[in-house]
């Protein structure tokens, strides 16, 4: 069985920062993407950032762009999300994802990712 763990949540004023990590355990896999989704109430789960192992390509939603960064250690299916400037519409429930059946384009539907965390909490105050 595998399992995905966040932590590093809480909360933050806005402009604040927040690091988030992501670490596998279980039985050994390989993922094509591993990255980040969130989910606010009321609201369908959203792609945050995903990297691409087989190139190393990075991706990014257009709402977090310039004040987001991935990073992660592919062996390890371990990746990180350091937020910066963060704003009151980055509140969600933020679930790292792992893709591994398949290569897709469409990186940014969380339907083509198979292996999920519990989701952690992320919460800027005004």
């Known amino acids: 069985q595998v399992q995905l763990v966040e932590s590093g949540g809480g909360l933050v004023q806005a402009g604040g920062s927040l690091r988030l990590s992501c670490a596998a355990s279980?039985?050994?896999?390989?993922?094509?993407?591993m990255g980040w989704f969130r989910q606010a109430p009321g609201k369908e789960r959203e792609f945050v950032a995903t990297?691409?192992?087989?190139?190393?390509?990075?991706y990014y939603a257009d709402s977090v762009k310039g004040r987001f960064t991935i990073s992660g250690v592919n062996p390890k299916n371990t990746v990180y999300l350091q937020m910066n400037s963060l704003k009151p519409e980055d509140t969600a429930v933020y679930y790292c994802a792992a893709m591994t059946g398949s290569i897709y384009r469409d990186y940014y539907r969380p339907n083509l990712y198979d292996y999920w965390g519990q989701g952690i909490q992320v919460t800027v105050s005004s």
């Open positions: 990297i691409s192992w087989s190139d190393r390509t990075i």
């Open positions: 279980g039985r050994t896999f390989s993922s094509y993407y």
